[in-house]
């Protein structure tokens, strides 16, 4: 994992994995999956994995052992806390391999735990190892700062990357050159070490010691500075993932200083054991954080619980938007119509930095889209649960309008033929006056006259004419009541002279606008019942002294506007007005009555006609 110039080669591995990950299958509930692409859902641990992490860490135990064996002796607490930090970041790194997307940040803990285990293997106080702990001690804070800066993205930012690449060189850079101005005894070693002094310079060693321990200290603050921004910037799922590893990180930071200070402050043969102790048992907090990351990610599925209520007290797609915004942490999201995705996109991370979902009926009909921010590819299991969750509620209230539709349609089919037969029942009521009882009247009135005619008995004149005079009454009121029924003038001539008889009949001056045509016998009944009790309760109750009746008949509705100059205040609940609404209702058209106190009334009618 060296390159030629000493610098750790992680960028090939670690900096190139792809955020485009494809959804699991059934992501798209009821659908097919973009691209025929199926990704598998999050492996179980199999045994042999368990196996292989009991083997390596055992490796990497023995390792740490054998590495700093002198240090068992000379400082049990810092070797024990020591290999405890080694062997978390390792269990941690191998734990993490196991989360889609993650390898890179397991591979840095891992690197991170076996560099550990090296950084007091000076204490052999032979050979190269001296050299090594001086110019390599701390590179595991390389890997521990890439891991913090990176985790769960699927790749460093352009700064974070340069400053792990800058402090990479800056960490071998600075020590080899304090290493190269010294010697072994000047360093606090034996002479019997292996040192490759180029110039033993004590002062220009001193100046190079200092410019280290400020560089370090800058690379401390930038990295604070980083930890810092990233959680500020950070949102959503991702804040709540990151937040212990943040602090984690920064506790860390803090530990290094601390531990840095004790160094500068104490002497060369004696180090600040307790500072690195300190410091060991401090960072191992950072593979704690990073395994409560994971479990926090686990534990997010009980989002989802809150969701299932949500959506299930209503599934439009203004309630799906909020219950998904709050369970997935993305207040960006947004829950569409299919209509709004454009035809050539595709589900799954588009270039403009958002996830793509579409919800689909049974039968792979699309009936929602649901776009996120494309961090939650990071999260694609609780987001396609949450999406399918969502799918379910819209497809069940689906059918449930759908069944309500039908319910509807059944009911105003059943209305249309309760109005029809009413309509047929008046036509046959005013037909049958027309033709039975009022031609046997007007027989009877005959025969009247012609007995008239034949008799000279003055009292009998006198019955004969008196009786047709009553016959002729009730003729008249018969001819009411038929018209009142069903007017044979609305059949046969239309609505416009059917409302011209009304107001030739009505004490009130009525201004006629209908236009010419004619529509359906069911709505022009309907209007021409409605302007009938419209003008009936103006005459009886508004004092006005005129009214108009517009009417403008289009191939899809009929609309009717009233209007009076009375005394206004009608109540729309009243008997009149409401059997009026209700008329209109029944063939499917609505009815406003606009009535303020001393500025007349308004009635507005709109019928459909197809």
Request: hydrophobic share 50%.
């Amino acid at each position: 994992m060296e390159g030629d110039d000493g610098t750790v080669a992680l960028r090939s591995d670690l900096h190139q994995e792809s955020l485009a990950v494809p959804p699991e299958p059934g992501a798209l509930a009821g659908g097919p999956e973009p691209d025929g692409v199926r990704q598998p859902a999050r492996r179980s641990r199999p045994p042999r994995f368990y196996l292989l992490a009991a083997a390596a860490l055992a490796a990497l135990g023995c390792l740490d052992t054998l590495a700093q064996f002198p240090l068992w002796r000379q400082a049990p607490a810092l070797a024990t806390a020591n290999l405890v930090m080694s062997l978390a970041f390792i269990l941690t790194g191998l734990l993490l391999r196991q989360e889609r997307g993650q390898r890179g940040v397991a591979w840095a803990l891992i690197l991170a735990g076996v560099f550990r285990s090296l950084d007091f293997i000076d204490a052999w106080n032979t050979g190269p190892w001296p050299v090594y702990a001086v110019v390599f001690g701390g590179i595991d804070r390389v890997f521990g700062a890439y891991a913090v800066l990176r985790y769960p993205r699927p790749a460093l930012g352009r700064l974070e990357r340069i400053f792990v690449l800058t402090l990479t060189g800056w960490m071998v850079l600075s020590r080899s050159l304090v290493v190269v101005t010294t010697t072994a005894t000047s360093a606090g070693y034996p002479a019997s070490s292996w040192w490759p002094t180029i110039t033993a310079n004590e002062r220009l060693s001193g100046v190079l010691a200092v410019i280290q321990d400020a560089g370090d200290g800058v690379v401390v603050v930038v990295l604070v500075v980083l930890l810092v921004r990233r959680l500020v910037e950070t949102r959503g799922l991702d804040r709540i993932v990151i937040a212990p590893v943040i602090a984690a990180g920064l506790a860390a930071a803090a530990a290094t200083v601390v531990s840095a200070v004790a160094q500068a402050f104490s002497t060369i043969s004696v180090g600040p054991t307790g500072a690195y102790v300190a410091e060991s048992v401090v960072d191992v907090l950072l593979p704690v954080a990073f395994l409560v990351a994971v479990i926090q990610r686990g534990l997010l599925a009980r989002n989802l619980t809150g969701l299932s209520a949500q959506v299930a007290a209503g599934a439009d797609l203004g309630q799906i938007r909020h219950a998904l915004r709050e369970t997935l942490h993305d207040p960006t999201l947004e829950v569409l119509p299919p209509t709004a995705l454009p035809p050539t996109a595709r589900p799954g991370p588009r270039a403009d930095s958002r996830l793509v979902e579409v919800i689909r009926t049974d039968a792979g009909a699309p009936i929602a889209v649901v776009i996120a921010d494309a961090a939650l590819a990071r999260y694609r299991g609780l987001f396609d649960a949450a999406v399918r969750t969502s799918g379910l509620a819209l497809r069940n209230a689906q059918l449930q309008a759908e069944a309500a539709r039908a319910e509807l349609d059944s009911v105003r089919a059943s209305r249309a033929r309760i109005v029809a037969a009413a309509l047929a029942e008046r036509r046959r009521l005013e037909r049958d006056l027309h033709d039975g009882a009022q031609q046997r009247l007007l027989g009877l009135a005959a025969r009247l006259t012609v007995a008239m005619s034949r008799t000279s008995d003055p009292e009998a004149t006198a019955a004969f004419a008196g009786a047709r005079t009553e016959l002729g009454q009730v003729l008249a009121e018969l001819r009411d009541l038929a018209h009142g029924i069903h007017p044979a003038t609305l059949v046969q001539g239309g609505l416009a002279a059917a409302l011209e008889e009304v107001a030739e009949r009505l004490p009130l001056a009525i201004d006629l606008d209908v236009a010419p045509g004619r529509g359906p016998a069911e709505v022009e009944a309907a209007a021409y019942f409605a302007a009938c009790e419209a003008l009936t309760n103006t005459v009886k109750h508004a004092r006005a002294s005129q009214a108009s009746v517009v009417v403008r008949m289009t191939a899809s509705h009929l609309e009717m506007e009233v209007t009076d100059d009375g005394a206004g205040g009608a109540d729309p609940a009243g008997n009149g007005l409401a059997n009026l609404m209700d008329r209109v209702g029944a063939v499917d058209g609505e009815a406003i009555i606009d009535s303020p106190p001393a500025r007349g009334t308004r009635l507005w009618v709109r019928i459909p006609c197809g």
